[in-house]
């Protein structure tokens, strides 16, 4: 969609112990890329009918401010069945309320029979939905 994107991979950052003292450089990097964003893909298994800890971390640290961001944002999730929808609803709800987020369209949540292990790729359907979430937060963003 020829847009610059700024992969934060908590998988590859270590936020450990929380909370983390407000003035760590490494912190503070973090938290201004995140708030730099023109619009937010948020992506997160989900672990017992809720987001990963890192993720909930990560936005503590992120959004620990008054001012509110609307921010547009598309929350993309992984999970074990169809119940954990519940978790990535509340992501995205607890987004629009406390900051303000802007929502586009609803969370697309693989369970998974989604993830075709022969190949380890996602199915047409779910990579679809993603394709079009994506494609309509670059639109919004543009707008």
Known sequence: ???????????????????????????KSLVSRFNAAA?????????????????????HYALDSDLPRYTPFVVLAAAGGPRSYIAANDLALSLIYEVFGIQVGP???????????????????????MERALAQLVRVVRS
Not at 8 to 24: F, G, Q, V
Not at 111 to 123: F, L, P
Request: net charge negative; proline share 6%.
């Open 39 to 59: 619009g937010w893909v948020l992506a997160t298994p989900i672990y017992n009918f809720g987001i990963s800890g890192t993720m909930r971390d990560s936005l």
């Open 107 to 129: 969370p697309v949540v693989a369970i998974k029979d989604a993830v075709i292990a022969k190949t380890n790729t996602i199915d047409d359907d779910i990579r679809g939905r």
């Open 1 to 27: 969609a020829d847009v610059d994107v700024d992969l934060i991979d908590l998988a590859h950052h270590h936020l450990l112990p929380y909370p983390r003292s407000e003035n760590d450089d490494f912190l």
